[in-house]
């Protein structure tokens, strides 16, 4: 903190520096600057320890000056200066100039254009708009890589689905979606192409994700297994969606059939339902018209 004596050396000196010295550019733009801080704020100027270092530098004089951080609480008498003063001349060696920050330049494999140039405006634009261009490019293939992890993560549904061949005819929500191709998730559950889960009517297998007992556990893994087996061998394959027995106005939502759709699979012209209810993989599972009945689980005893 400056006081109202030193607020008053400074301005006097500064204006003599600039009216009888020769100061660089930049010597005379501090000086003006100082100046101005003077002016405007007295003894509430701050300045930073480089700034007093080079206003002391280029104000020195004969005359001996208290340290500016230190006010002295001995005496309140006002302090005197000498009228007459000698300007020493300015010497490059014993100037401090300010420190000159620069871009910091970016190392990269790339080699990314410099934002900053010395001279042409038009190319500066030019690398500015490079840079922008290889920033998102960055960005793309970061998200590029995200998307790439996470779409691999497997749920807890489709852990054991297997991938079937794609046939044609992509489905859709009509009533029937003729041959489809799909993914299976247990015995009774498919995945169409399109994301839509459908719960396969008629018939209940053994559950193999959550199951009661190890012996559903077992018997679940191999009404999927059969189910595979009976697809990818078919010569025809058909997938028809029906309605599922739930409450008007509730289809499609979690309310009916936890969000699933409903529908039968044929396979060379037979339902697959009686093929694993003949072979002991899957039980008789008939719903009414708004709502089903217990869900049949007979393989826990």
Same mark, same amino acid.
């Given at each position: ?15 003599? &520096? ?20 003077? =002016?405007?704020?007295? @003894? ?17 004089? $004969? ?21 007459? !003063? ?21 190392? =990269? ?14 190319? %500066?634009?030019?690398?500015?708009? +490079? ?6 490019? @960055?960005?793309?293939? &970061? ?23 794609? #046939?044609?005819?992509?489905? %859709?929500?009509?009533?029937?979606? /003729? ?15 399109? +994301?839509?889960?459908?719960?396969? &009517?008629?018939?209940?297998? $053994? ?16 009404? !999927? @297994? ?13 997938? =028809? ?7 008007? +106005? ?6 009916? =059939? ?8 044929? #396979? ?9 209810? @003949?072979? /002991? ?13 217990? %869900? ?6």
């Amino acid at each position: 903190m400056l006081d109202e004596a030193d607020v008053a050396f400074y301005q006097r000196r500064i204006e003599e &520096v600039l009216r009888d010295s020769s100061p660089t550019e930049w010597q005379r733009q501090f000086l003006t600057d100082i100046s101005r801080k003077l =002016n405007r704020y007295g @003894a509430k100027t701050r300045l930073s320890d480089k700034q007093v270092a080079i206003l002391k530098r280029l104000t020195q004089s $004969p005359v001996k000056r208290p340290p500016l951080e230190t006010v002295s609480a001995q005496s309140d008498q006002p302090r005197h200066h000498s009228s007459t !003063s000698t300007v020493l001349p300015f010497k490059k060696s014993h100037i401090e100039r300010p420190r000159i920050i620069r871009p910091m330049r970016v190392q =990269n494999p790339l080699h990314p254009p410099r934002l900053f140039r010395r001279s042409g405006a038009g190319r %500066t634009i030019s690398a500015v708009k +490079g840079w922008v261009a290889i920033s998102l490019m @960055a960005m793309l293939m &970061v998200f590029g890589l995200i998307g790439t992890f996470t779409s691999g993560i497997p749920n807890a549904e489709d852990r054991a689905e297997t991938s079937l061949p794609v #046939v044609a005819g992509a489905p %859709t929500k009509a009533a029937s979606v /003729g041959r489809a191709s799909f993914t299976i998730t247990d015995g009774d559950t498919i995945r169409l192409n399109d +994301g839509t889960r459908v719960r396969l &009517v008629g018939f209940n297998t $053994p559950e193999k994700f959550e199951p009661q007992c190890s012996a559903e556990a077992a018997l679940g893994n191999r009404a !999927s @297994a059969r189910l595979k087996e009976l697809v990818t061998g078919a010569g025809t394959t058909e997938v =028809n969606l029906v309605p599922c027995a739930c409450k008007p +106005g509730t289809e499609g939502t979690k309310r009916c =059939n936890y969000g699933r759709s409903c529908g039968t699979l044929s #396979v060379d012209g037979r339902d697959v339902g009686q093929t694993l209810i @003949a072979e /002991g993989l899957a039980v008789s599972f008939i719903c009414g018209a708004t709502r089903c009945p217990p %869900t049949p689980r007979p393989w826990c005893g």
